[in-house]
């Protein structure tokens, strides 16, 4: 029961090539940055991601991007990342863009055994009807689109709604940041850092997790765990450093009144 591991680098150690990972985080926002670095550190490539976006240039999985790591994202989110972009106009790496709580709804439903789900999210677009262009060509024109997804009218509350169906998301792996987790793997997520980091952990057949603070068995009131340990394999603890490497997306700053 005892899924600490001594460093990130022996955590990730056996992520190869072509893995396919799950990565949490929302914009700058529960990050697992030591993890991703300890992974750029080694030499795995070809990587498939999902995650809500792919960090931003020089910091998540902007690095791995940066690197050339990376062969296929799915998410829900390209802007403020200008490498990304590119790479995506430029055909240099395929995106699956999906709406952010069908992204959600996929990793968690990949996690608890629930094949596909209908939602009525993208119904009548481009989602459902296939054409998204998942990979370009390099004369710009799409090399690959997406391919149309069964439809389905159902009788919800006495009006009749057309739902699409999406399948369920599972990956070889996930790396997930919590901010207090304890040696069986039940973790806290701090605020927003649990939008999308437990159901990241969730669909991973191999859930890898970093920790600010690292706790005894018991230590963590039950009703208090946003992810149960079942869902965690591997758990890193970060040092107050590492803790503290937290960046700013968005410094704002404005002239206080005087007194």
């Known amino acids: 029961m005892d899924k600490r591991v001594a460093s990130a680098a022996e955590a990730v150690a056996d992520i190869g090539d072509g893995a396919s990972i799950a990565v949490g985080g929302f914009g700058l926002n529960g990050v697992p940055i030591v993890l991703i670095r300890a992974l750029l550190d080694g030499a795995a490539t070809d990587l498939e991601v999902v995650s809500n976006n792919c960090g931003v240039d020089g910091w998540g999985l902007g690095l791995l991007l940066a690197a050339g790591r990376i062969r296929r994202v799915i998410g829900s989110y390209v802007g403020e990342n200008k490498e990304f972009a590119r790479q995506y106009l430029g055909g240099e790496i395929e995106v699956e863009l999906t709406p952010q709580g069908t992204l959600a709804e996929r990793m968690r439903a990949g996690g608890v055994g629930i094949p596909a789900f209908y939602t009525a999210s993208g119904v009548g677009t481009m989602v459902s009807e296939g054409g998204l262009p998942w990979r370009y060509a390099a004369d710009g024109s799409v090399a690959v689109a997406s391919p149309p997804k069964p439809t389905a ?22 790396l997930v940041r919590a901010a207090k987790g304890d040696h069986h793997g039940n973790l806290v997520f701090e605020k927003s850092a649990r939008n999308f980091n437990p159901l990241a952990a969730m669909a991973g057949r191999i859930a890898i997790a970093e920790v600010d603070e690292l706790v005894a068995p018991g230590e963590i009131d039950p009703d208090e765990v946003h992810l149960p340990g079942i869902y965690v394999d591997r758990i890193v603890q970060l040092s107050p450093a590492e803790a503290a490497d937290l960046p700013i997306e968005k410094r704002t700053v404005r002239t206080r009144p005087e007194a």
């Open 153 to 174: 009218v159902f009788d919800v509350l006495g009006r009749e709604t057309a739902y699409v169906l999406e399948t369920a998301i599972r990956t070889d792996y996930a």
